[in-house]
């Protein structure tokens, strides 16, 4: 039986456990032997996989958005 899924964010994967799920994929694993190996959602596994097929890195990747309004100096004060 499946957990009930919380919508609350999460923090981001370190890049160690990124670059294990690609060394899992590249061992011949599949999708869900890797996300019960590493307790990690099928959705996360497959997003990282793919991006990293797409990009060829496990990197977090800069996002979109509207920059700041202050810079960080005056932010400060």
Do not use: F, H
């Not at 869900?32 to 496990?58: D, H, M, P, Q, V």
């Amino acid at each position: 039986m499946r957990q009930k899924s919380s919508i609350m964010k999460t923090k981001e994967l370190t890049k160690q456990v990124r670059d294990k799920v690609v060394e899992k994929y590249e061992a011949g694993l599949g999708y869900k032997k890797i996300s019960r190996a590493l307790n990690i959602s099928l959705s996360t596994i497959k997003s990282i996989i793919r991006k990293w097929k797409e990009y060829g890195t496990t990197a977090n990747l800069p996002r979109g958005g509207r920059p700041p309004k202050l810079k960080s100096r005056t932010r400060r004060k």
